[in-house]
């Protein structure tokens, strides 16, 4: 009788070896503890979930080799008169930055009423509610980006019953086929009333410079009654992609003070419509004023306020389904990028290396209250590498970090504890 003893027990062996690996999923041993040098890859080892996502997450393992990481720097811009801050002149919410004719191009939301904003409820055809309400859009051009021109009005608010009469915001700039599109929120009563509520209509031209003829109708509709976005249509954003206008927006939803921020899609072929929003909407699950720049195949954005996932700089390879591709600190508020393939409907998107923004109250005064243009410059491009713009280690005065001091609840709850 062949000897039988030894296949038997190879065949235990190797079974036992089975089970074990098929209970370790197959899963080499660990032999030693994670490297010094960092792999560039994902190491073949298991790893706990937060360096599992330094590998499936972001780019690179470190922030600094990250080209969607970046720190930024802030520049004041010369140029501009605010009326020595007496909160009766206002720019904001700048739009993405174009260069034509040798020269920048930015429009923004400009104020300018005989007195500072005093609510909704003290608000008539003169006082204005918000700092964004009885304004105009204007625009100003720049040889640097850091000295600026203010031109004049580009478009002003509309007669009554037309769409933005009570006030036109917050615009963004598209280029298409020669021609060129300012998107801008459209009121049609002093915002806070009901709500920050409007919809976005649009204004074209065959020059940057104008003359811009509106179009006299809503181009981004509000949502239907229940839906996230039925009352607000903010921040419209677009930019040519995949041959279509894709027209980002921001909406708030939820009854304050238990609302949520975020941000959806509208797809069109032509620039005045008609716009479909995306059914996956909301795209993103954060993000008040955010700033959209092509990246590589896909879409990035600052995802600047508001939301879980405030303060990170995101990726959708479809232009749709975002995720975080890195967290930063102090991002430009209601960024305006200068994006130099904004229109090109390219696949091969280069990213950006500055742009504009905004402070508001920038007097620290709700009695005069103001906001002011400024400039930011980051590195989130693949044709610069700045390392003095991927600093992680971030080091800000201690008075940036006392300007967030205690309020008098705070302090008074602090004083009244009792020793434990
Ligand atoms: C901004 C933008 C929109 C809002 C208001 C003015 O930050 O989100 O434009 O309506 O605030």
Known sequence: MTNLRIPVALILTGTILIAISACTGNRPKVTAGFPWDIPATQPDRPLSKAMERLYTDYLTPRPEDNELFSSFAYTPLAGFDYHDGDGTVSRRDPSKVIFENGKYYVWYTKRHTPVPPRGAAL??????????????????????????????????????????????STPDILKFKDKYYLYYQGFVEASGKKGDHCPVTASYADSPDGPWTPCRKIVVENGAAGTWDQFSIHDPYPLVYQGKIYLYYKAAFGDRPAYLVANGLAIADHPLGPFAKHPLNPVLNSGHETA??????????LTIRNGNESNTIQYAPDGVNFGIASVSALLPIAAGPYVPDAFADTRDGRGITWGLCHFTNRGHDWTRDYSVLARFDCDLSRDLHDPDLKQTQTNFSPEVYFSKGLNKRQLDRIRAQKVP
Not at 292 to 301: E, V
């Open 292 to 301: 959209y720049f092509p990246f590589g195949t896909g879409i990035a954005t």
């Open 123 to 168: 608000s008539n055809d003169t006082i204005p509610s918000t700092d964004w309400d009885l304004c105009e859009i204007w625009y100003a051009t720049s040889k640097d980006g850091l000295s600026w021109k203010e031109q004049r009005v580009a478009v002003p608010r509309p007669p009554k019953p037309e769409v933005g009469w009570r006030s036109v």
